[in-house]
């Protein structure tokens, strides 16, 4: 049976949390009283001396989210058990840059990085309030990182703009692919 974890507006069934398979990830299917439907999936691609990830979730929404787990999956070995701090996070590219999806995944990833990098905070749940090209406001969970009690995987610097690639299918749905400096 999955381990259930509830959030305030979701309720995620992890079927196997943090586990890899070969270099694809497909940890995550969504639920909640309508039944739901599956939540974004990300695959690790080989890239020189950095990490490529290339995203998919139904909704931009979804997309920013899963590319927020998929990252810090990237860093952290295991993650804290539970939300000590739910703290407002609002994402807004650059002037010039307002309508591009690219920029604001950048922006989004790095106002996360930032967080942890300062407060060793790792986002846990998340509450998308406003989510469009121009700007992404949530409420976010944060569990402590706590180095005695959690493993590191890899140092993550930056989100780059190298190979960046984000946009919406014929579905609906959108992808992305970027790279990790580490």
């Known amino acids: 049976m999955p381990e259930i ?18 270099d694809r990830y497909n940890r995550y299917t969504m639920g ?10 990300f695959e690790v691609f080989d890239h020189t001396a ?7 979730g139904r909704d931009l929404a979804d997309l920013l989210e899963t590319a927020a787990r998929a990252t810090f999956e990237q860093m952290l070995e295991d993650l804290p058990d539970e939300v000590e701090a739910i703290e407002q996070v609002r994402a807004v590219p650059m002037e010039g840059f307002e309508d591009d999806a690219g920029e604001l995944l950048v922006v989004w990833l790095q106002e ?46 930056a989100v780059t703009y190298h190979d960046l690639q984000v946009h919406q299918e014929a579905d609906g749905s959108w992808s992305a692919r970027f790279v990790l400096d580490v």
Do not use: N, W
């Open 112 to 157: 996360l990085l930032y967080r942890f990098e300062t407060g060793k905070l790792v986002p846990l749940t998340f509450d998308l309030e406003m989510c469009g090209p121009r700007e992404v406001r949530a409420s976010v969970g944060f569990g402590r990182f706590d180095p005695d009690r959690h493993r590191t995987h890899t140092e993550i610097k």
């Open 5 to 22: 974890v509830a959030t305030p507006l979701i309720i995620l069934h992890v079927e196997k949390p943090f586990s890899r398979q070969g």
């Open 50 to 56: 950095d990490i490529g990830l290339e995203v998919r």
């Open 32 to 41: 909640g009283l309508s039944g739901g439907g599956a939540m974004g999936t």
